[in-house]
């Protein structure tokens, strides 16, 4: 059976990762604006206030882990906040050790957590497949592996930059297996914790090709098709077929980036007949045609 949310995590190729140590003391407040990457931590002693725009404010405890897959305007703080300091999140300077709130004297707040990016051409449109918010308690291997992380970005050995793609890897699909059944907004994780849909959804991602209806997937879960059309819109926050042409023009974007094959061949991996269709249904979806893509990407280097 496929795994459609690995696939996803593969297909968004996570790299480039910069870590961080954050420690904070007294009453402090801080707010970040819109930083679109995903970003990650994982607290290691105190506590502090997390507020994440669209998002119930929730506290953060040591041994807890956050992920956000877009990073949306957010603020920390302690629990009884200071002063509002605002961030730009684009433009403030990286720093390897951030203190907020009072400067001198011992940390009432330690986390360890940092950022990375996303290489694939639809991760945009892939990330809104995720939770916008995942807040994780007694997980341990998570903080282990933001450690890990740390470690490995601050090294500068041989093979560094696939280790950290890895680790980030196995890093979002520890936490994405780990959120709780239906805390997540409607997207693949509220989907795949359904096991009717789940099933759907693992035959869709299984043969890509084929050419699907809904009746043909609501006979691999198990449904009717007003029953199943309905369930799986809810939950996924897409209609079936609409998740499965994004889901094939997201396979077919990467292909076109590897420039192999031909135009007819890549057609034939997502599920179209001819070049032809494939085009059209391509141009619709992204705004321009296959080959003026292709091009562009070559352009890129």
């Given amino acids: 059976m496929s795994d459609p949310l690995a696939q996803v995590i593969e297909l968004l190729r996570p790299q480039t990762v910069f870590s961080k140590g954050i420690t904070a003391a007294g009453h402090w407040a801080v707010e970040y604006t819109e930083f679109g990457r995903p970003a990650f931590a994982a607290m290691t002693m105190g506590r502090c206030r997390l ?23 957010f603020g920390m703080s302690s629990l009884n906040p200071g002063p509002l300091r605002r961030i730009d999140a684009r433009t403030d300077p990286a720093k390897h050790e951030v203190r907020h709130g009072r400067q001198d004297g011992p ?26 918010m995942i807040h994780l ?14 470690e490995e970005a601050a090294r500068d050995d041989a093979g560094r930059d696939l280790i950290l793609a890895r680790l980030v890897e196995i890093l979002l699909i520890e936490a994405l297996r780990a959120a709780p059944e239906g805390a997540a907004a409607p997207g693949l994780l509220r989907g795949l914790s ?12 299984g043969d890509i090709t084929r050419t699907w209806t809904v009746p043909d997937l609501a006979a691999t879960a198990g449904m009717s098709r007003s029953a199943f059309f309905e369930r ?28 192999s094959l031909a135009l007819d061949e890549v057609a034939a991996r997502v599920g179209y007949g001819s070049a032809s269709t494939f085009s059209t249904a391509f141009s619709r979806h992204t705004g321009q045609p296959p080959g003026r893509y292709a091009k562009a990407v070559l352009a890129e280097g």
């Fill in 194 to 205: 359904d096991p009717r849909i789940a099933s759907a959804l693992r035959s869709l991602h």
């Fill in 51 to 73: 507020s994440v725009e669209g998002e119930k404010p929730v506290t953060v405890e040591a041994g807890d882990f956050v992920l956000l897959p877009a990073t949306p305007r």
């Fill in 137 to 150: 308690r007694g997980v341990p291997r998570l903080t282990q592996l933001v450690h890990m992380l740390g």
């Fill in 107 to 132: 940390p009432e707040m330690r986390q360890f957590g940092g950022w990375f990016t996303f290489a694939a051409p639809d991760a945009a449109l892939l990330v809104t497949l995720l939770p916008r």
């Fill in 232 to 259: 799986f819109t809810r939950l996924v926050g897409r209609r079936p077929m609409e998740y499965l042409t994004t889901w094939r023009m997201a396979v077919a974007r990467d292909l076109l980036r590897q420039g």
